[in-house]
């Protein structure tokens, strides 16, 4: 199976390729379960591989990277002989937990701890070396969790909150936020020396005064903003006036 489960891990890469409002990530998913599913009773042309195919195929969503957990899941569950009904319920119970997972490790966890990283090279090295240096932080370590999420989905079976559940990722959920901050937050003055190394004194002066009065007059004024928008557009503002300055 280890092959196999490579394989797998490899079409899990392709997931989302095929995206549609009918079936999410449905037929994604049942290509890159495919692999596991051949060396169930009767072999590839048998009955059970092609309803075990058909089960695959049907609606499902989660984060793109957490998604191999119930690829894996169900996969051990066709050849346990768990029965339909019960599968196509673990299917959907995965759906929110997956997405909520992915989006507390990825999105806000791991992206803006990479962009962080990235952004510092670049302004202590160069722009090709911080692109470079995200693009390494950040690919490692999402197709190390693609990995990870198939080969704890297929050890866990029907069983699979024990993996959701597990210390380790109880541990990566409390560390990636404060990682990120940390990266994003040594970044931001790193960059933004770099950025306004050409200026005068006293056109960082006032490019600081805009930053901060923007900083007041934002979250009184749109107090619901989103905090990515919101600190784009007072950077923004900012270098922009300080420049007119």
């Known amino acids: ?30 290509y890159a379960s495919e692999p596991m599913l051949r060396d169930l009773p009767g072999g590839v042309g048998g009955e059970r591989y092609k309803k075990a195919m058909a089960r ?40 929110g937990p997956l997405g909520s997972l992915g989006d507390k490790l990825v999105w806000a966890g791991v992206l803006p701890a990479a962009a962080g990283i990235g952004l510092a090279v670049a302004a202590t090295a160069s722009p ?20 990870w999420a198939l080969r704890a989905g297929w050890r866990s079976g029907t069983r699979v909150a024990q993996a959701l559940t597990a210390g380790g990722i109880q541990r990566g959920l409390r560390l990636v936020g404060p990682i990120a901050a940390v990266s994003v937050g040594l970044a931001i003055p790193v960059l933004a020396d770099w950025l306004a190394q050409d200026f005068s ?35 923004a503002f900012a270098i922009v006036v300080g420049w007119l300055w």
């Open 128 to 147: 090709l070396a911080g692109a470079l240096s995200f693009l390494v932080v950040y690919n490692v370590v999402h197709i190390a969790a693609r990995g």
């Open 201 to 235: 004194t006293r056109t960082r002066l006032s490019i600081g005064l805009v930053a901060g009065l923007g900083v007041v007059l934002s979250r009184w004024l749109v107090p619901t903003i989103g905090a990515l928008r919101y600190g784009l557009i007072v950077a």
């Open 56 to 95: 695959a195929g049907q609606f499902f969503n989660a984060h793109p990277y957490m998604a191999g957990i119930a690829i894996g899941a169900v996969a051990r569950a066709e050849h346990e002989g768990v029965p339909a009904e019960s599968i196509r319920r673990l299917r959907h119970a995965l759906i």
């Open 1 to 30: 199976m280890n092959g196999r489960l490579l394989l797998a891990w490899l079409r899990t890469l392709l997931v989302q390729a095929s995206w549609n409002y009918d079936r999410m990530v449905g037929v994604g998913a049942a």
